[in-house]
């Protein structure tokens, strides 16, 4: 069967989340969305590893749904901050842990917990190199997954250019081994990835990282495969584009450290450009955060375009709230976009359905010809992005102000 997931996502008890990041909500968007497969995130706080035991069941093989009806099959995972000196160097690397089922969860929790605080952050800090943590949660069970998350974010990230390192091997070591699949985050695509040879050998995912339910899915995988822990598990491990079809991805300029720059002084680099001021601001003179695209070049050792053997595929989506917005000239929290996004969902079987699928005689019959128009137009890639930089997201515009302008004169003039 075809399954959409999103493994990495947060729960309420994270940093900077929703209230509304509850089992309840996650199930509802899931089905909105068209989420087959979802992360039931931050597994190592105490509260919320208490709330899934209490209301999730099993329903497939390593997967649990909602004793009350839940549609969404939810995989245990959660994210973890390691913070560490490395070779003179601190190192800040986070890492997406994924389980086969409460009794591993619990002998990880058991173990991690004698290392740091996991009640103060769904996302827990901890003093914890991550070749150890690797150690730990293999030892908890071979059956686990350890995914290196958003891997090029500056900050946080294995290839970060603030705190991370240059390869799998320098980072995980003898234990690189055992890392089958890495996250390309928002601001990177597949294909940015493909042009570094030290990830051939692992497969590329792509999550939400969400901190808000309506976020579920800006990025997620697409399988062919039996609603199992252990085929889906096969099906990255193994690369298998038979059963990985594809990921969905956000376009990588939209991301927010796409470009280098400075937030604080609006500055806003390509790699060519923070070169000719030695990756210095020109305005105040501090480092500027160097971006993701410039640290994939840097890393890269083939051109970029490069498609290795066995890559699996992706195709670069925009939100549909995002798209209803761009369309109709207005914010994504108007009243009028909502409604439409409403209307489209209610009248549509789900967002995915609606943004992969959908014909264009379909979509017509169903939204404005703006909204059509557009949603066919990311497919095709017509779109024109202000790369993010320094923490702040790009902006992506599918109309022009020109093209805005004259559907606004012919409304006036009908």
């Not at 250019?161 to 089958?180: H, L, Q, R």
């Not at 095709?380 to 790369?387: A, F, L, N, T, W």
Request: contains cysteine; charged residues 25%; hydrophobic residues 35%.
């Amino acid at each position: 069967m075809q399954i959409i997931a999103d493994f990495h996502i947060h729960s309420k008890y994270s940093r900077a989340t929703s209230k509304d990041m509850d089992l309840e909500h996650l199930d509802k968007w899931a089905k909105i969305k068209g989420i087959n497969v979802l992360g039931a995130g931050d597994f190592t706080h105490p509260e919320w590893f208490s709330n899934l035991r209490k209301n999730l069941i099993i329903a497939e093989q390593g997967l649990y749904k909602l004793k009350s009806s839940g549609k969404t099959s939810f995989i245990l995972t959660a994210e973890i901050s390691c913070i560490y000196s490395k070779k003179g160097k601190v190192r800040k690397i986070h890492i997406v842990v994924f389980s086969p089922s409460f009794a591993v969860c619990e002998k990880i929790n058991k173990r991690l917990g004698t290392i740091g605080n996991l009640r103060a952050d769904g996302r827990p800090i901890l003093g914890l190199d991550a070749k150890e943590l690797a150690k730990i949660v293999l030892d908890a069970s071979p059956d686990c997954l350890i995914v290196p998350a958003h891997i090029w974010t500056p900050w946080f990230a294995l290839f970060g250019s603030k705190s991370g390192f240059n390869s799998i091997e320098e980072c995980f070591e003898d234990y690189s081994k055992y890392i089958y699949a890495c996250e390309t985050g928002l601001s990177s695509n597949p294909e940015m990835n493909w042009s570094i040879s030290n990830l051939d050998n692992v497969a590329l995912i792509s999550n939400s990282d969400c901190h808000s339910p309506q976020k579920i899915g800006r990025e997620a995988n697409v399988f062919d495969a039996e609603l199992s822990y252990d085929k889906i598990i096969e099906a990255i491990k193994n690369k298998d584009p038979k059963k990985f079809l594809y990921t969905v991805e956000f376009f990588p300029e939209e991301g927010k450290y796409h470009f280098d720059g400075h937030r604080a002084c609006e500055v806003s680099f390509s790699p060519e450009e923070s070169k000719k001021y030695n990756n210095i601001c020109p305005n105040c003179g501090k480092p500027l955060t160097i971006g993701v695209l410039n640290r994939v070049q840097e890393l890269s050792d083939r051109p970029l375009g490069t498609k290795p053997n066995g890559a699996i595929p992706y195709k670069s989506l925009i939100p549909l709230l995002e798209i209803i917005a761009d369309a109709m000239g207005k914010t994504t929290v108007a009243k009028q976009v909502g409604i439409e996004y409403q209307k489209l969902i209610k009248n549509s079987m789900n967002e995915f359905d609606i943004l992969l699928n959908s014909s264009i005689e379909t979509l017509n019959s169903a939204t404005l010809p703006e909204v059509a128009e557009g949603i066919i137009r990311v497919r095709e890639g017509k779109v024109v992005v202000e790369p993010g930089y320094d923490g702040v997201y790009g902006k992506i515009h599918i109309f022009s102000a020109k093209e805005r302008k004259k559907k606004i004169d012919q409304k006036i003039l009908f």
